[in-house]
């Protein structure tokens, strides 16, 4: 585990992560997948399932709150990352925004701790160094500006994405 001030980075399962609020790597539809998304599903119980089913969905760089029901969490963010359609379709700008967003809803909710997955880095095909650099920049950006926020983690599951996450925060140092 690495910390740079209030941003800890950790190779870990998401799902086990006790914090106000952990991000999900959803779909449009908010009704489950694979991935962290299926994982969260499957952890949090079948209550999750029920309230995504109100909130109508979700769109591409937004992001919506529930309830963590059986997770050590208290919500979800659930965040739709863009699928990597070679870069000139405006991926790099949404997926900050899913940052953006879920930091926002965070503070929203008064959720001090939040955990961020490497969102589009898997199923959706995102680069992953591309990623990082845009997940990093976004949460170093909207901590340098507020105090709101106790400790952002970025959960890893990939030895890939934490050597990534490695290498960008201790340039950053
Ligand atoms: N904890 C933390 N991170 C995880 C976990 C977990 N339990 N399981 C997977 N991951 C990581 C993957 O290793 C990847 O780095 O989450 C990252 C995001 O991968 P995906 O879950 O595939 O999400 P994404 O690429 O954003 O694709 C979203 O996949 O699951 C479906 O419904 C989802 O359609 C949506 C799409």
Not at 80 to 90: C, E, I, K, M, T
Not at 129 to 149: G, L, S, T
Not at 155 to 167: I, P, R
Request: hydrophobic share 35%; glycine share 8%; net charge negative.
């Amino acid at each position: 585990m690495m910390s740079e001030k209030r941003i800890i980075l950790t190779r870990d399962d998401i799902t086990k992560m006790e914090v106000d609020a952990i991000v999900n790597a959803a779909n449009s539809r908010l009704l489950g997948g694979g991935g962290v998304d299926g994982a969260i599903h499957r952890a949090a119980g079948l209550q999750l399932l029920e309230e995504c089913k109100t909130l109508n969905g979700c769109p591409t760089g937004s992001a919506k709150l529930t309830k963590g029901y059986h997770l050590p969490a208290k919500y979800v963010i659930h965040t739709v990352g863009p699928v990597w359609r070679g870069g000139n379709n405006n991926e790099t700008d949404l997926l900050k925004s899913c940052y953006i967003s879920s930091l926002k809803i965070a503070v929203d909710n008064n959720c001090t701790t939040i955990a961020f997955p490497n969102i589009s880095t898997g199923i959706y095909g995102f680069p992953k160094k591309q990623a990082a650099e845009i997940a990093i920049d976004a949460v170093q950006d909207c901590i340098r500006e507020n105090e709101f926020f106790k400790t952002i983690y970025f959960v890893c599951f990939d030895q890939e994405n934490y050597k990534l996450y490695t290498d960008i925060l201790m340039s950053d140092e």
